[in-house]
């Protein structure tokens, strides 16, 4: 016998002379039908494994290349034209099956993992909120719009709603003329509402200021002429045609929803958008507690 394989198989022997020596101290029962096939896979693949290592690294001592030679050879290294062994291409399939199979059902995507139960409580969670509370009165959502408010809100918008002396929004009234005179001149799109952008310069001069006037003191008393230019978008009332275009006389659902999505920038700042923060009925609960700000 070739001593590469009488090597591999003595090596194989310590190995399992080992494993005895660990099942003795372990009190291992032998006897038990269960520990002995585990034990005799265990020699089987001792083995196996040095048993073919040493055949193969044997046959690499005195085994050459053959077949036919390829046309082309790079500095006299060349390639023979074998067929791929059918081991290898099995090989190659196999990890392509099973690379699908782990990325779809296995460890990656079906793993337990803490986060993926902390989200699916969050969502169990909500779902029962939103049964409970779907026909919630409007006592409650203000009450709800209020303790979130103050904690979501109030560090930017301040706890009665009055923006912090010019830091953001100041909820208990609509606009400032200032507010409304920069939309005119600049448009604006950033709430995405179904109208999409307002286009800059919708009225120059005086009738800017005459309906930035009349937005600001909350569209009361007569509508000056260039009004009519805004109604065609925001409405008659300037309630924003129920949810085309932002109401301007108030803090409505669609409005709140808006801003919250998107996040919005004007002459007073930046507000950082909450999107998938609040569910549905928190909205309506937000919306509520803020139209109960303004004056
Ligand atoms: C073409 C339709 C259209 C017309 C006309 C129009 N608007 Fe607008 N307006 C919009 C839309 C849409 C928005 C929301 C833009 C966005 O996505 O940010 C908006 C936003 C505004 C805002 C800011 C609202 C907010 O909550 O940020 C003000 C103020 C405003 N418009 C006032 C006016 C005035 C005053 C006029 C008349 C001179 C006018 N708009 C004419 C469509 C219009
Ligand atoms: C990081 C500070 C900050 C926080 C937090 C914040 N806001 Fe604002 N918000 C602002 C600023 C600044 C503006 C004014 C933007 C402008 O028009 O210049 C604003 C404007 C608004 C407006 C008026 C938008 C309009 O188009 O007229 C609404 C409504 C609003 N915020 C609602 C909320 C609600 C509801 C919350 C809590 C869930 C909230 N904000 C949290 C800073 C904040």
New binding site residues.
Partial sequence: MNSFIVKGLVLAGVLIVATLVVIKQMHIDLSDPVNLITFLGAVAIAVLTFGVGAKYMAQMKTDTAGGELAEENWDGIGEYKNELPAGWAWSYVGTMIWAIWYFLWGYPLNAYSQIGEYNQEVKNYNKKFEEIHKNASPEVLKDMGES??LV??A???GETGDGLSGK??DFTSRFTKE?VLAVIKNGQHQ?KFPLGAMPAGLAQGKDAEAVAEYVANGLKGDAPAAWGTCAGCHGQDGKGNGGSA?DLAG?DLP??QH??ANG?????????A?PGRFTPVQEKA?AAY?STLKQ
């Fill in positions: 979130i408010f979501q809100c560090p930017c918008h953001a929004q507010q709430l932002p803090y409005l709140v801003v919250l919005k920038t004007g002459i007073i700042g930046h507000m950082p909450f937000l803020l």
